[in-house]
Each structure stands twice: as C-alpha cells, then as structure tokens.
C-alpha cells in the first residue's frame, strides 16, 4: 500500500510558478511509475505528467509540455511537479498517483487527497 500526500498548492499570477510535492509512505514507491493528474471545476480529472520508476522516462500532454517538468527522489520517496509560466487555465486540483502500469489512460492503483493551484490573470 502506498500512502500519498500531497503540497505546494497556492495562489500565483499568470506568469509564475509553483513546486508540487507528493510524498509517499511505504516501501513500495520506488517499483511505482508516478504522475500527475488535474481535475478543474465542473471537469473531468485529466492527465498531466508521469515519471518512470528511474525518473529516466517522462510524458506531458501537449499542453503543459515545456512548461511542467516532473521528477522524484526515490531517496526521498517524493515525486515532484514543477510548473512554470503558468496560465490561468492551469487552475485545478493537482493530484498525484501511483501508477497501474504506462501508457494511456493512465489507470492508476493510488491518489492522493489533492493540492489546489490557482492562477490568476
């Protein structure tokens, strides 16, 4: 079982950034692909980065590519999020997961409770 807790959500303005931090209890994180999910009012929970067991394999869709850089610390049991010049489109509660697996649609074994990212133009 994995346990993940999720940080760095805030208020930023359009332009910014943030650092998300998911940190993961129990021994099994570093045999967990990770990643990242948003979920914006009224929407579906969508996918928005994911990290290979090595941190060696990465994938974004489309739009947060070359804005949103994922990473993790198996040394730390904490898979990060950093995202930069952020859009007010990018407003949403970011959650982070441990992955079933790679590949779309990203079906994923556990979430975390969720950190609120709020742009503002």
């Known amino acids: 079982q994995v346990q993940l807790v999720e940080s760095g959500g805030g208020l930023v303005q359009a332009g910014g950034s943030l650092r998300l931090s998911c940190a993961a209890s129990g021994r099994t994180f570093s045999m967990y692909n990770m990643g990242w999910f948003r979920q914006a009012p009224g929407k579906e929970r969508v996918f928005v980065a994911a990290i290979s067991v090595s941190g060696a394999i990465t994938d974004y869709p489309d739009s947060v590519k070359g804005r949103f850089t994922i990473s993790r610390d198996n040394a730390k049991n904490t898979v990060y999020l950093q995202m930069n010049n952020l859009k007010p489109e990018d407003t949403a509660v970011y959650y982070c997961?441990?992955?079933?697996?790679?590949?779309?649609?990203?079906?994923?074994?556990?979430w975390g409770q969720g950190t609120q990212v709020t742009v503002s133009s």
């Open positions: 997961a441990a992955l079933r697996g790679w590949g779309k649609p990203w079906p994923s074994d556990y």
